[in-house]
Structure formats: C-alpha cells, structure tokens
C-alpha cells in the first residue's frame, strides 16, 4: 500500500531484498505482487518500489512459506479472571499465561472490546518456563485499576492515560485484591498471607491459621472479608483501617469458594460449582443459598458489584462475564472469552465466530452460551448476538449472516451494521436441532438438521421455500457441510462411539446420503471448510490441516502442520480447531480453541 504508483504493472518495479519480484495487478496506492525467490521458514525482507525512476523507502515485511500457520496475534479475550467498570466501560482480566491474548480488555456500553493493556513476556531461565505476566484480580476506586499479575505483582492502571505503575512484588501466589474507602490495599498471597498497602506503599503482612487458604478477598466499610478455599468458611478482619481485629469462621458455607461480594447487607459467597450463597453482612452464621441455587454456569472465580447494584461474575472456565442487574436474579451474559468455534466465516471486511461454551456438563440447559462475535482487522471485537446453541455459520449474498441455534431450533438472519435478527426458520419448519450451514448456489441455503433418530440435509431459498429433507440416512453426529459442484458433503466428526466420515449426497436431487471419504482416510477430522477457489479443506484434532479433491478424494497435506511451538514456552501443544474461515484470498483462518490463539496460514 502506498501513493503514486503506476496503474500499469509493468512500470512498477518491485524488489525483495533487491530480488525483482512480479506485479500481478497495479493501481495508485496499491500493488499485489508475486516475490521472485521462494523462502523455506520465515523471514524479514526489504521491499521497495521504483517508478518512473523514483525508488521508495524500503519498508519492512515478513515473508513466509506458503502454507505455513502463524499466530496473528488477534487479541481476544482469554479465560476472563476477573471483571470492574469504571464508568460506564467495563474492564476486564484475561489471564493468558501461556499464550499472548492475555492481559486487560475494556468492555465499552456497545460491546465494542478492546485490549488496553497486554501481557508481559518473561523469559525465565528454565526450560519451558517462560511465561506472559497477565493481570488476574482487579479492584478500582471508581477512577483507576489496581491488580494483581500471574507472577506476584501489584499494579495500578491509570485509567485516563493508560500508564501503568508497580505497587508491589511478592514471591507467592497472589489469590485477590480488594480496596478500603480509605484507599488501602488488601492483597491475599498463598497459602496464609495477607498484605495491607498504604497510599503511601508502607507495607503490612499479617499471617495464621486464621488465613490458611486464602482467596478471594471484599472491603465493606471498614471490613475486609476473606474466603478460605479449604472448609468454604470467610474470617473478617475489622477496623481494616488500622487496627486488625480478626474473627475467623465469621460465615460458613455448605461447600468451598473462591469468591465474596457484599450485596445489599449480604455476604454473597459463589461456590465451585457457580451457586451463591448468603449471610447476613453484619451478624454473619450459616449461609443459605443466593438467588438461583442451581448456579449460573460453573466454577465463579471473582465478583464484583458496580455503583448501581450490578453483580458481575467472572467465570474463566465457561469463557464468561455475566451480569446480575439489582432486583433480578437471571444472569446476562455481557463479555465472552476465548471459546471453541463451531463455525467461521469472513464478511464485509470482518470475521464472524460461532461459539459454544467450553463444554461444560454442569451448565443448565436454562442458560443460554452461544455467542456470534465480530472481530476487525485491528484487533476490535464486540458480541453481535448471544444466546443458545449456535453451532452453523455461513454469509448470505445480500450481506446478511445466517446462523442457527441448535437449542432454539431455529435459523436466523442477522444484519451486522444494526444488528438486526430474523428468524428464517423455526420449529414450526421441522427443525430439531439446526447445525452446519452452507449458501450454495444462488444464494440457496442448506443446512443440517439432528433429530434423536439421526440428522437430514435440510435446503431454503426465497423463491422455492423450505424443503427439510433434502437428504437423509445421516448419523447424528453430522455437523458442517458444503457444496462443491452438484455434491453436497456432510462432516461426521469422530466419537468415542464412531469414526469421523464425509457422507456425499445430490444437491439438487438430495435422496440417501452415503459415506464418500471411507473412515480410514479420516481418522480424528474435526473441521471442514471450503475456501472461495471450491478447495474443501479439512483440519486434524492434531493440528494437521488438509485438502480433499472432490474427484479423486484422496487428502493432501498443507504445508506444515499447525500444530507450532508456543514462544511462551518453547513447547509444542495439541491444537484444537473445530471451524476454517478463509480470506477472498485463500487465506485460512481459525481459532485455535487449545492454545487460545487466532491462527492463519497463506495460501
């Protein structure tokens, strides 16, 4: 990209490191070229144009081996730790600490996410054991951030400028944070510490068996309550102000925690497994149960309570910010982190995600999880809808995403500039349980629907309306498809119970699906997609990424595997990918839901 290029290509000369490379199209401020020499693993080049016999600067670019998966660094949240707002934008923890997604997001009243603030790398002498340095809890005063980070410090983020200043540095584990009306600093580090921080940064360590398995920690006045993990019991310590006045047992919870909140004179403890429970603030005893005692989800690693009575619950494991409006007890989903993606797709400059919840088995079927995020180029993201089971994303002609939501048996449209949803089709069409999703041609749309006796190939246009079985004799296993040609492929992704397979019916005619890619050449496929040039790709639980030609059906490798060692620590890690978006270009896109990271590979 650049100014006072030549719309010829031939008057553009282009140079790689000096080697003369191919202008494939010109304009302006814009050439697509082709290099001159090939590269076996990545590298830095110096690019320059000259044009009419003026030569560039040379700008920098990397340059790297067609088929070769690269992080690109997309930052998106990562198992959310912890969650303040600070007017009206919420802030949010994301403890990366082996990938570099983590560090503090800012949540803006739209949706609109943000990195603010990134994790710091730190190489550590050992092997493998360097790490990125993430923020984990955080407390704010209303105007700044204090937080502690995944390797001992204490931090405060200055809201206004983004600076970041050192509070402290401790040696253990840090398991919370909490700040007085008076501005002190309660900070508990394992197994039985607590710290007290001064404005000024004078330091107090108190330490017993009143604090053995200290975790989180809440000031309420001139209180401060702290949860221990081993017998789910909070001890308060009174007059935090100055002197420390220490009542263990003060509550008592039927099982272990993690995290308190002080709610309208209630001391609110959530338990491993996401349920609440309450006691009195002041006079303390037994605590009964909160709100809706089935839970909200799973595990709950910290709360906080806004200036207008909103509870927040961060819940790393389910990817989850959830929000408990005052008076209410339903809880909202309003930040989700890294997830795995059942589906992706690339539209109007923009990537759109399916996601599912991290699988959780105790989540209650009443709570819906899916979430269809955007994500831009530059790293922005927002949640476009929420709710449900969705599983099948695909982009309409008209600019229009179309998603289905299996729990809701629906398929719905969405506009993405006003964020718009219709329903297209609904249980009254048959629907069951709607998953994998295509537009073939003519902007016709076909879908996979799960039944209890097994899955159909369902097939809608606006001219012609909704025939649900198109295609049948699928197992209910069958989640993505695509359309190549007049083939419509089916992906059975592998089971305990059965191996993965492609099933192959007639777009147009439709009948009996049949296995057309046998279960020796798919062992362990959990993905398929196809890129705009017809290539249907497919992707290993491994990591291995593959094409499959739809005449032969014989599957070739691409490049390198995706499985890639992870800078943090110089380890390789099974990957997990479960959805192939791809570029106008051919460029492959997923998110890797294993090593939380947003992988892309050159065509």
């Known amino acids: 990209m650049g100014q006072n290029f030549s719309a010829q290509p031939a008057d553009n000369r282009v140079t790689f490191d000096g080697i003369p490379a191919t202008v494939v199209s010109a304009s302006a401020n814009r050439l697509v070229v082709k290099p001159g020499a090939a590269v076996s693993q990545a590298r830095w080049v110096a690019v320059s144009v000259e044009v009419a016999q003026r030569t560039s600067n040379a700008m920098e670019f990397e340059l790297v081996p067609s088929g070769t998966p690269r992080a690109a660094h997309r930052p998106l949240l990562t198992s959310p730790s912890s969650a303040v707002r600070v007017g009206a934008d919420l802030y949010v923890a994301s403890q990366g600490l082996l990938n570099s997604t983590g560090g503090l997001y800012k949540v803006e009243p739209d949706g609109r996410t943000t990195r603010v603030l990134e994790g710091q790398f730190v190489t550590r002498q050992e092997p ?32 206004a400028t983004g600076q970041v200043t050192e509070v402290a540095r401790f040696s253990g584990s840090l398991q919370g944070i909490t700040l007085t009306p008076g501005g002190l600093l309660f900070i508990s580090e394992g197994p039985s510490y607590i710290h007290a921080i001064t404005p000024s940064g004078e330091l107090t360590t108190i330490s017993g068996p009143e604090f053995d398995g200290a975790h989180g920690l809440v000031a309420d006045g001139g209180d401060v309550f702290v949860v221990l993990v081993n017998d789910g019991s909070v001890t308060r310590i009174a007059n935090a102000e100055g002197s420390y006045t220490l009542t263990p047992r003060y509550t008592t919870a039927p099982m272990g925690g993690t995290s308190l909140a002080v709610v309208n004179g209630k001391l609110v403890l959530a338990s491993y497994d996401g349920r609440l429970f309450a006691a009195d603030r002041n006079t303390g005893g037994a605590m009964a149960p909160y709100l809706a005692p089935e839970g909200y989800g799973g595990f709950v690693y910290s709360m906080f309570l806004d200036a207008q009575g909103a509870l927040y619950l961060s819940q790393p494991m389910a990817g989850a910010v959830r929000k408990i409006a005052p008076g209410t007890s339903t809880a909202t989903l309003i930040a989700a982190g890294f997830r795995q993606t059942s589906a992706t797709v690339r539209l109007n400059d923009r990537w759109y995600f399916a996601g599912v919840t991290f699988g959780n088995p105790t989540l209650p079927a009443r709570l819906p999880d899916g979430t269809l995020v955007e994500l831009s180029d530059d790293g922005v993201s927002r949640i476009v809808a929420r709710g449900g089971d969705f599983r099948g994303l695909a982009a309409l002609p008209d600019g229009r995403l179309v998603f289905s939501d299996c729990t809701g048996r629906r398929i719905s449209t969405l506009e993405p500039r006003t964020g718009a949803v219709s329903e297209l089709l609904g249980a009254g069409d048959g629907l069951h349980c709607p998953v994998g999703l295509a537009v073939g041609t003519g902007g016709a749309l076909f879908y996979v629907d799960v039944a209890d006796t097994g899955a159909t190939v369902g097939w809608w246009s606006a001219l012609a309306g909704n025939s649900p ?22 992906l059975s992704p592998e089971t305990p ?10 777009a147009t005619i439709g009948g009996g699906a049949t296995v057309w890619v046998p279960p020796v050449s798919m062992r362990s496929i959990t993905a398929m997609g196809q890129a705009p040039s017809g290539t249907v790709y497919l992707a290993r639980s491994n990591g291995d990424l593959l094409t499959l030609d739809a005449e032969s059906r014989l599957l070739s490798p691409v490049g390198s595997t995706l499985v890639y060692p992870l800078a943090s620590s110089g ?12 570029k106008p270009d051919g460029t492959v896109l997923t998110l890797d839901a294993q090593q939380y990271e947003v992988i892309t590979v050159a065509p």
């Open 128 to 159: 493998g054991q360097s790490r990125y340095d993430t923020p984990q809890f955080l407390t704010t005063d209303g105007t700044d951030i204090w937080f502690t980070t995944m390797l001992g410090a204490v931090r405060r983020y200055h809201v």
């Open 469 to 490: 079985s198109l295609a049948s004799g699928l197992p209910k296993t069958a989640s993505q498809l695509a359309q190549v040609g007049n083939r419509l492929l089916v």
């Open 497 to 506: 119970e059965r191996p993965s397979a492609i099933y192959t019916a007639h």
């Open 571 to 582: 380890s390789a890690h099974p990957s997990k990918v479960l959805s192939l978006g791809f």
